[in-house]
């Protein structure tokens, strides 16, 4: 048997053996004492020691005495040393958790020796800060015991307190994000379904027993630890939670005041960063008062980009959040060279992978509406960077480089040049079938630009089986994100296209599946199925589209689809109807059924798009021809009241359109009648 290469030495292992219970009664309090101090100082900062020990066993030992012990001072050292396993080494946050040492070290809290609660705490906040926080934080006891302390007179107990609630939110919200990473249940497509509803409730449940309030009135303290914490927690405790945010921007206190300042005037760019954090929540609340600018934000985010690591890594994410959907902040934060500075963070081999992950995202932000964004990436020459991304170990990292090829697939000049050299489409493909979720509904995004028609990688997709694969994923996809953007990609993939693809396509998707799809519950779903529909009809000649096809089911489907309330459902049924009119049968079945009714009341809706869409399909339900048979779709028309509807658009709609596609609709009125 080898032996083992490093090995604790004799003096170590008698400081083990001293702090064994068994051997409570051979030692005094000042010698076991000196033995927890002399390990203390062993492993500060030495990994190697700190496995070695625990390899040893010392941490069930620690724990034994913060269970058992009555001695203060080793009380002290011990709860130390603890906090010291569990820094920067899962082994030892893994032990710790595993022996249940954090209730010992919650109970200490409520001891009268301060230096006790201090050290305890300490422990707390490292093992809080660096893993997983203990689930005793969530509970009501825990959570009251944490408000508590705000009331502490030691203010690092009070600091450890708000960092430890802060950690308690963050860890729910990364637990959010980890199970989008590899959890494939139905996704409901609900208004609210990004709202983390676990987070979200311990945000109200902490608010409900005083801790928001609590922190509010220690924020002025002049400690810059204090304010740190507390700018931390308050970024969490509003996150995404516009009642938390709008309790802060409107109490009497002043509190936006106070963080607005310590963004301006505080030196420590921490702080800056944190605050901003908070305007950045009270932003997207839409609580920030008008007279709070974040233009006057961006460019002191941007310097933040060139500060110490732990500030660098995070800035890059609150540029991001400061800037999505806001087309004016995006020019601005590129004005000031926000691209070229996160440029250099993705061609430099020693950024952290969280530092590139944010950056991608901030890219992605910034490219997500701009052409001259856009054209700032490719000046930087960071492409072969973002496409290599595509291919990395962190999923993290993975799905950020999808986010920026999206934003950058949406400029048709990007899409023939820069992304076509670097052979986009190849990693994108693979992605598909990535085990992260959130890379999966990212790669799909993508693909519905690079499947349009200008788009030069259109056949090299398809000659990698794209069509199978979209398909495959409507069906087999639990994921509504997913769902939605393949059926998007196969409607982009059928804008404009020859019939020997729309063949392929419906050979693949088949007519009962995109019945089904139309059919969905979901409106997003259908709309985009729909649409499928609608380019699969384009000039179309009894081919593709027919009766027989969908075995009778395609204008009862219509029918039901036109009594949606939604009007982009509306929209998009008006746009099948005028593409299918051109077939003979299929106009006779129309003509026959309610739809001729339904679509004199589309030409007073308040949508002009859809009064225009509805006066296009009178016109090509009637049809170009001049036979009897187009006369007598005029008079049943005419019957109906269609031609003083007509009458009365001409006159009175403001729409310019609308009053063209109304004389079209009237002329073919008249003709049939002269």
């Known amino acids: 048997m080898s032996t083992p290469l490093y090995t604790l030495d004799d003096n170590c292992k008698q400081s083990l053996n001293t702090l064994n219970p068994e051997n409570r009664d051979l030692y005094n309090d000042e010698t076991r004492i000196q033995s927890a101090k002399f390990i203390k100082n062993t492993i500060i900062g030495n990994k190697l020691k700190k496995r070695l020990f625990i390899e040893a066993g010392a941490i069930p030992l620690f724990v034994d005495i913060l269970n058992k012990e009555k001695n203060e001072d080793l009380l002290i050292q011990a709860s ?37 609660v201090e050290s305890a705490a300490r422990s707390l906040k490292i093992l809080s800060l660096f893993h997983q926080p203990p689930t005793s934080i969530y509970e009501e006891s825990g959570v009251k015991l944490l408000i508590s302390l705000f009331n502490h007179p030691l203010d690092s107990v009070k600091e450890v307190a708000a960092t430890i ?43 409900i027993h005083g801790g928001l309030s609590a922190v509010m009135s220690i924020l002025a303290s002049p400690k810059s630890k204090i304010q740190e914490a507390c700018l931390y927690v308050i970024s969490w405790l509003t996150r995404d939670n516009v009642p938390l945010s709008t309790f802060i ?67 890059p994410m609150v540029l991001a959040r400061l800037v999505s959907d806001n087309e ?58 973002i496409i290599s991304s595509l291919n990395s170990s962190n999923y993290a990292i993975r799905a950020a480089a999808c986010n920026c090829t999206k934003s950058l697939s949406r400029s048709i000049k990007q899409l023939r040049t820069s992304l076509f050299d670097c052979t986009i489409a190849t990693p994108l493909l693979r992605l598909l079938d990535d085990q992260s979720l959130e890379v999966r509904v990212s790669a799909s995004a993508t693909l519905c630009n690079l499947v349009l028609d200008f788009s030069p990688m259109k056949q090299a997709i398809m000659d990698n089986g794209i069509i199978v694969k979209l398909v495959q994923l409507t069906q087999d996809s639990n994921d509504f994100k997913i769902r939605l953007n393949c059926i998007w990609a196969l409607k982009n993939l059928l804008y404009m296209a020859e019939p020997s693809l729309k063949e392929q396509v419906m050979k693949e998707l088949g007519y009962q599946r995109l019945i089904e799809l139309i059919k969905d519950t979901d409106p997003s779903i259908s709309e985009q199925a729909l649409a ?31 009594a ?32 001729v009714n339904r679509l004199i009341h589309f030409m007073e809706h308040k949508h002009c798009e859809i009064r225009i869409a509805s006066v296009w399909c009178v016109c090509n339900i009637i049809g170009p021809d001049e036979n009897s048979t187009s006369a007598s779709r005029v008079l049943k028309f005419k019957e ?15 729409n310019i359109e609308v009053k063209d596609r109304v004389k079209t609709a009237l002329t073919l009125f008249k003709k049939c009648f002269l």
């Open 564 to 595: 949606s309330n939604i009007p982009e459902i509306i929209k998009q049924t008006l746009f099948v109807i005028c593409n299918i009119a051109g077939n003979e049968k299929i106009r006779a079945s129309v003509m026959n059924s309610s739809i």
């Open 328 to 385: 004016d902040l995006q020019r601005i934060a590129s004005e000031a060279e926000a691209i070229s500075r996160l440029s250099i963070f993705l061609k430099d081999t020693n950024s952290s992978e969280r530092l590139k992950e944010n950056s991608l995202s901030a890219i992605a932000v910034l490219c997500s509406s701009r052409e001259d964004s856009r054209k700032q990436v490719v000046d930087a020459k960071i492409i072969p960077q």
């Open 249 to 315: 921007v409107n109490d009497e206190r002043r509190i936006l005041d106070i963080i607005i300042y310590l963004f301006k005037k505080n030196k420590s760019p921490k702080i800056k960063l944190l605050a901003t954090n908070c305007l950045c929540n009270f932003n997207q609340s839409k609580t920030l008062p008008i007279t709070c600018s974040l233009k006057n934000i961006l460019p002191i985010i941007i310097r933040l980009m060139s500060e110490e690591e732990s500030v660098k890594e995070e800035a």
């Open 80 to 116: 130390s040393v603890i906090g010291s396993f569990g820094c920067r080494i899962d082994e030892g946050s893994e032990k710790i958790f595993e022996y249940n040492g954090v209730t010992p070290l919650i109970n200490l809290l409520s001891s009268n020796n301060l230096k006790l």
């Open 640 to 654: 109906l009241g269609y031609q003083k509807k007509l009458e009365m658009l001409a006159d009175s709609d403001s």
């Open 532 to 562: 499928v529909l609608r380019n699969l009809a384009f000039k179309d000649n009894d081919h593709l589209i027919s009766e027989l096809h969908f075995h009778d089911q395609l204008v009862p489907t219509i029918e039901n689809r036109l």
């Open 165 to 207: 609630i802060a950690r308690g939110c963050e860890s729910l919200f990364s637990n959010n994000n980890n199970h989008n990473h590899n959890n494939n249940n139905n996704n409901n497509n609900n208004s609210n379904s990004n709202i983390n509803h676990s987070l979200l409730q311990y945000q109200n449940f902490v608010h």
